[in-house]
């Protein structure tokens, strides 16, 4: 049976059709609706000339184009309801504006409707509407499969519907399943950008994502009986996302957005997932941003950073554990990519042991091939779990500038729940300043939390936050803090104009052609060699 198309616009919210100047694309679309052969209640496919936009279609794809359009606060999920009233997921990690997606969608409603958002700025409204569909008819999908040599759970559905994003903007999109049950669920989709010259990227983390997944009874760290043995060894991108279904985005990332959209700096957008395809987006970026946790890399897109950095881009790290697996993605019969490959401490079981010890999926630091994530973030990933204050350091410098922050001045609860620290002998970009210097103690052991600043030959500007919650602090205390773990206002203060400081600095270009350089102190911090 073919898939639906559901296809309507959000009218007043801004979004816009297909300009007749674009034909071709445009009639295969409506041959494509037409092919579905549902009545009208289920689809619509006319396109009013109202919509159309100008020619300058490139232009509106850029998050630039979208900024001062109306938003709406009609964009969260007030019931998500039993695990089965509604779920689905995309056929595609990412796309380009204009390309097509499928979304595979089960439900025990009758039907359901669609409505994309994508996340920004917008006066305050965190999005806007840019499409909604017409109603679906909802269906019950059959259970999710487990493939017995890894554990591997997919759910398989058919596809449900398809849509085009013609006319939408770049940016990072919360498809939200609205069933007629009253119950709702996010599907997040980035439609990413190929070109970064001069813009500031951000990079989405859709593997880390999946690795904690627990749809379907198992994820990286939990088999279906709970146990860490019984996990699974590669996880699918085949199956929706567990709770809301996108709670990895919303926790660590979406603030962060939400920020960078309103500071106006020129952006684009991609996933760790394409970086590892295409490392494109990079070439002429003035920085890459990398949220708050993404932890899971594939070689190829740790080398792809690397060469950006020492080609002149500026690289920030908002999280802690960052770049800390190894992992492989593998093609199934779904599409390339699909299957992300993680064996971790089994990594003798892993298909590439020992032949291919650079393809082995376990921790970067580890053997067969050791190469301890600090090389490329300054810092390592020490400890979980752990709440403690946030200490500053160096005071005086750029980064906390109008922050009114002075040495030894502390921020309840903004280190956790995962923290990095300088280690004293690993590998390191060089020179390095280490800018936050927070005790703490962690199952039992006392230790620190560092935040780290260091440039590269290049010019390059490495900034690592070293702990977890620097996100979520940019939304502590307020309506839409969701788990701000005590942190308050103060915090979300120091933690904005920080953010605000560093992402400008960054949207100029290398930064240590035009910020002061690093101070070294590793030395007169732990009282060790640099």
């Known amino acids: 049976m073919r898939p639906h198309h559901a296809q309507e616009h959000a009218g007043d919210t801004g979004h816009t059709a297909k300009d007749s100047a674009h034909g071709p694309a445009r009639r295969r679309f409506l041959c494509l609706c037409a092919g579905a052969g549902l009545g009208a209640a289920a689809v619509a496919c006319d396109h009013t000339s ?128 609205d069933a007629d049950n009253g119950h709702q669920r996010y599907v997040p989709l980035i439609v990413r950008s190929t070109h970064g010259v001069g813009r500031t990227v951000l990079l989405h983390a859709p593997a880390t994502w999946q690795a904690y997944n627990r749809w379907g009874g198992s994820s990286l760290y939990n088999g279906a009986s709970g146990a860490y ?34 500071l106006g700096i020129p952006l684009a957008y991609t996933t760790g997932t394409d970086l590892h395809h295409d490392p494109g987006v990079l070439r002429g970026a003035t920085a890459l941003v990398c949220l708050g946790h993404d932890e899971y890399w594939t070689p190829e897109q740790r080398r792809h950073v690397a060469e950006a950095r020492d080609a002149g881009t500026n690289v920030a790290f908002l999280g802690a554990n960052t770049c800390f697996r190894r992992i492989r993605l593998e093609g199934n019969g779904a599409g390339a990519g699909r299957t992300v490959v993680c064996y971790k401490s089994s990594y ?27 090389s490329l973030t300054g810092v390592l990933y020490e400890g979980y779990p752990v709440d403690a204050p946030y200490v500053v350091h160096a005071a005086d410098h750029w980064l906390y500038e109008g922050t009114g922050a002075h040495p030894g001045e502390s921020f309840d609860h903004l280190v956790g729940v995962e923290y990095d620290r300088v280690t004293p002998g690993s590998p390191v ?4 300043e280490i800018t936050a210097h927070s005790p703490l103690v962690c199952a039992g052991n ?85």
Not at 348 to 371: E, G, H, K, N
Not at 429 to 432: E, G, K, V
Request: charged residues 25%.
């Open 429 to 432: 970009p060089a020179p390095l």
């Open 50 to 177: 109202a919509n159309r936009p100008s020619a300058d279609t490139d232009s509106r794809r850029r998050p630039e184009a979208d900024r001062d359009r109306p938003g709406t606060r009609d964009w969260r999920i007030g019931s998500t309801g039993p695990p089965d009233a509604v779920a689905g997921y995309t056929d595609r990690i990412s796309v380009t504006p204009g390309q097509e997606c499928g979304l595979h969608v089960s439900t025990t409603a009758s039907s359901f409707r669609v409505s994309a958002f994508r996340v920004g700025w917008y006066g305050g409204s965190h999005a806007r509407l840019v499409w909604r569909s017409r109603p679906v008819r909802g269906r019950a999908q059959p259970a999710a499969r487990t493939l017995p040599a890894t554990r591997t759970v997919r759910a398989d559905w058919p596809r449900t519907l398809a849509f085009s994003t013609e006319g939408w903007p770049e940016g990072a999109y919360l498809l939200r399943l």
């Open 229 to 262: 043995a019984t996990r699974s060894l590669a996880v699918s991108f085949d199956r929706p996302y567990d709770a809301d279904g996108a709670e990895k985005f919303l926790v660590y990332e979406w603030a962060a957005v939400v920020l960078a959209e309103r």
């Open 348 to 374: 003798r079981d892993d298909p590439c042991y020992p032949s291919r010890p650079a393809l082995v999926t376990t921790d970067f630091r580890q053997a067969p091939r050791a190469d301890p994530e600090s």
């Open 446 to 530: 006392r230790s620190h939390s560092n935040s780290a600043y260091c440039t590269v030959p290049s010019g390059a500007g490495v900034f690592a936050t070293g702990t977890m919650r620097w996100v979520e602090a940019l939304m502590a205390g307020t309506p839409e803090g969701g788990r701000d773990h005590g942190m308050d206002a103060r915090t979300r203060a120091f933690v904005t104009r920080t953010t605000e400081n560093l992402l400008r600095a960054f949207a100029e270009g290398p930064a240590a052609r035009h910020r002061p350089a690093p101070r070294p102190d590793t030395r007169q911090v732990y009282g060790t060699p640099e």
